[in-house]
Nanobody, 120 residues
Framework: QVQLVESGGGLVQPGGSLRLSCVAS????????MRWYRQVPGKERELVAT???????SYADSVKERFTISRDNAKNSLYLQMNSLKPEDTAVYYC??????????????WGQGTLVTVSS
């Protein structure tokens, strides 16, 4: 079994910063890619950023040069540094990962989400 747990969400003023974390645990052999998504109630879930095991981050145009995705492979952890936050960044942020388990099964796993609210 594999589980993802996000943390770091909260209330922040426009222009402020937050860092989200996601920790993967369980019978993990390796993690291929890790992603951050976000979703506002009533709207489609949006891919925010992706990073592969060797790096190569990519971002949605709406967050480029403001957000930075990173990972610590030794800790099976994913991070999203969010700077210059805007009200339109308000959403539930979800961690997503493609995992190979110790038994060789390939799984795509979702976290439970963490709420980010950007408001003055």
């Amino acid at each position: 079994q594999v589980q993802l747990v996000e943390s770091g969400g909260g209330l922040v003023q426009p222009g402020g910063s937050l860092r989200l974390s996601c920790v993967a645990s369980g019978s993990i052999y390796s993690i291929n890619f890790m992603r951050w998504y976000r979703q506002v109630p009533g709207k489609e879930r949006e891919l925010v950023a992706t990073i592969f095991s060797g790096g190569s981050p990519s971002y949605a145009d709406s967050v480029k040069e403001r957000f930075t995705i990173s990972r610590d492979n030794a800790k099976n952890s994913l991070y999203l540094q969010m700077n210059s936050l805007k009200p339109e960044d308000t959403a539930v942020y979800y961690c997503n990962a493609a995992v190979t388990t110790d038994l060789g099964r390939y799984l795509v796993v979702w976290g439970q989400g963490t709420l980010v609210t950007v408001s003055s």
